[in-house]
């Protein structure tokens, strides 16, 4: 097999969410930043303006690694100096007597990271301070989700991390008639009199420009381990002796000689450029709402069932989850937590407008649960039973 020996490969010291604060003061805000600030030299700052779905986020890093990957991941803010950015994030390393530290100040909208480059905290957490900004001043609502469309019709897929969002998204969009929208956060623009449609159409958009992905979806799908080699990449595994596979499960390292395992560990991610997948052409930007999917894994559920807005509500609020690699510290993996809205990237939790915001959407989409850990359940049944709901739909 034919392998690419040099990797654009990027291995943080953090390689999960770290610990936070997301109610610091202003003043708690400005003596963190006088303590951080002076890391951030004329010698190694990086500056860039993110458009996120309108929201202005402006990055200032000393890291290169973040820098990159915030660039190749958003649209460009607008050049221009006389536009004033509606949040910032700091990320700063290098930071003496200091533990790796994630602080955000909603009076300020503002994220402070202190030594840790992981971008996968980065990201949520810009995407959690749009989301702020966007519910509460343009009815807007931020859905940690993944979405494709077929013939027009969207369907939009909503799980707790590493349950298989992003695998369905991947099968739909290679669909004949089918286009990947985003596989990891969507916006769903609510009219402001929605209360009076009876059967409102809403779309679906979505912010990135390139998506941050596991590369451990290379394991099942071989198509994307190509297209990885080629990408900027973080935290894969490159030595045998470091992978985290379960007791008999190959790796490809030792087992297919290949130089790195993309699923050696399971939070090691790809920044891809969505037309990589399958061309521009199987890329869409938007998408008519009309099935909305719920997965979990468990071996106790039914493998399918169709629900009203009442317990699609309590189950989404609830949000019980098993913790992944990345989805939070290490020693908590393979635990069950909670994740109201299955969106640990909420900075600020409205419930109220969270729960209304779902309601107003299943009065215009189609609802399921789909359980990927059912006996007998597979990839391509999951695959199969979206459809046969998006058909109906």
Known sequence: MTTRTQLNNYVT????RGPSNKN???????????????????DNTYEWDANINGIIVRLTTNSLHQYEFWMQNWWPGPNNDSILPHGKIYSVFGVPDHEPYAYYCPDRHTAVFVNTEYYGQCKSWALGLACHILEQKYNTHSIHGACAEIDGKGVVIIAPTGTGKTTQVNKLFKHA????????????KHPDNIDQLKEPILEVTQPEKSLYVRTENAKEEQWLRPIFDRCMLENVV????????PPGEKCAIKDEGDSKCYWGFGNSRAMIPREWM?????????????????LRRDKES???????????IRILKEGKTLIRPGAGPREKWGTYGYEP???PYLLFADHERQEKFFRDEMRAAR?????????????ERTYQRILANLEKA
């Open 13 to 16: 010291a953090s390689q999960g």
């Open 24 to 42: 610091v003061s202003v003043k708690e805000l400005d003596a963190l930043l006088a303590k951080v600030k002076p890391h951030l030299t004329k």
């Open 177 to 188: 008639r089918g286009r990947v929208v985003g596989d990891d956060w969507i916006y769903i």
């Open 238 to 245: 490159t030595d045998a002796s470091k992978c985290e596979h």
């Open 278 to 294: 399958a061309g521009k052409e199987k890329v869409g930007d938007k998408a008519n709402l009309r099935l909305i999917v719920l």
């Open 302 to 312: 039914p493998a399918e069932v169709s629900v009203n807005a009442d317990e699609a």
């Open 341 to 343: 809205w299955y969106n």
């Open 367 to 379: 609802v399921v649960i789909i359980n990927t850990g059912a006996p007998g359940e597979s990839i």
